[in-house]
């Protein structure tokens, strides 16, 4: 897919869960043609800088990306006094995001660049989200993992809020799933990974999984110390190869 | 991994933030990402009360080594200064 240099990023609203209001950061590559759509969706800091650039990333890559703010109704404010207040809450409900992405997902279709199809991806908690989305909703073209923890029951868990466990959905998964994880991880550790895997496998289902040796947690965040320049650049490189393939028309 | 576990901690005292000092009442902690630190994980501290009927917090993030060093640091300023303080 060609690089786009020239964007347009801005905060918009679209109709989320409860037909509730919520912001989203949409940034499209300029230029004619119509677009594939993505939904990136944030980890549990929310709307940091970095989250804000993955947006801009993709869109520079050829896919008109919204990243909502799961987090808009414990606002205003600052997005890391709002990401504080929201897990002092236990953070958000299950329920409200798939309701959010879902609103985020038929925003990215009501655009006139838009091509129709809209694929996920989650980074951390935002992995367990997209996945667990990707089981919930039936319009779902292409997910992407990346490093999404928590996905069994054995994990944490808050029952009010996070009812069932994503690997449960697997079965309803109908989009392909490409799924990037560090080896260093310990959640998802490479036994969380090989069991999501087997689940997979044994339903049937379209994925591609990377495991990178030398990373762990959140190996694309370059302020952070867990930054892999090398790995981060072949798995971005997967990420843009995987929505071109399933994103396409 | 982003894990929303949070330890809640009630405090009686004062902060000075944005908006000036205010009274807080309590104290969210957890290891989990920062949102500034440059590090991967981070022992979090918000101090949390109101001023002109909003929230405010104070925030701050530490490394595992520093905040454990930090808690030695407070036990200690407690034990010389309530000694100081009897005498």
Redesign the interface.
């Known amino acids: 897919m060609s690089s786009y240099p020239g964007l347009t990023a801005e905060c918009v609203l679209f109709k989320g869960n409860n037909d509730d209001m919520v912001e989203g950061y949409y940034a499209k590559p300029s230029g004619k043609g119509r677009f594939p759509g993505v939904v990136l969706i944030h980890?549990?800091?929310?709307w940091?800088e970095w989250i804000l650039e993955a947006t801009r990333k993709l869109a520079q890559h050829g896919f008109a990306t919204i990243a909502p703010h799961l987090y808009h109704r414990d606002g205003p404010g600052s997005p890391?006094?709002i990401?504080?207040?929201a897990?002092?809450e236990?953070?958000v409900a299950d329920g409200q995001v798939v309701g959010d992405i879902a609103g985020a997902m038929a925003y990215l279709r009501a655009q006139p660049e838009a091509n129709g199809k809209v694929g996920l991806i989650g980074f951390?908690?935002g992995g367990r989200h997209a996945y667990l989305c990707a089981g919930s909703l039936p319009n779902v073209d292409a997910l992407v993992d990346c490093?999404g923890?928590?996905k069994f029951a054995d994990n944490?868990n808050?029952p009010a809020k996070r009812p069932v466990p994503p690997i449960e959905l697997t079965e309803k998964i109908t989009a392909p799933v490409l799924g990037i994880y560090g080896n260093d991880?310990?959640?998802?550790s490479p036994e969380d990974v090989n069991k999501t895997e087997e689940r997979l496998k044994k339903a049937g289902k379209n994925y591609e999984f990377y495991r990178y040796d030398g990373a762990?947690?959140?190996f694309f965040n370059a302020?952070?110390?867990?930054y892999r320049p090398e790995q981060a650049q072949d798995a971005w490189k997967k990420v843009f190869a995987f929505f071109e393939k399933h994103l396409s028309r | 991994m982003c894990t929303y576990i949070t330890e809640t901690a009630k405090v009686v005292g004062s902060a000075k933030g944005p908006k000036g000092w205010m009274r807080i009442e309590t104290a969210n902690i957890y290891f989990d990402h920062p949102f500034h630190a440059p590090l991967d994980h981070a022992l979090n501290i918000d101090f949390v009360g109101e001023v002109d009927g909003s929230t405010q917090r104070v925030a701050v993030e530490l490394s595992a080594e520093s905040a454990r060093a930090l808690i030695q640091k407070i036990e200690a300023a407690l034990t010389s200064g309530e000694d100081a303080h009897a005498a």
């Open positions: 980890h549990a800091p929310g940091d890391d006094d990401a504080a207040k897990r002092a236990g953070g951390c908690s490093w923890g928590n944490k808050n991880d310990k959640n998802p762990g947690h959140g302020p952070r110390s867990a």
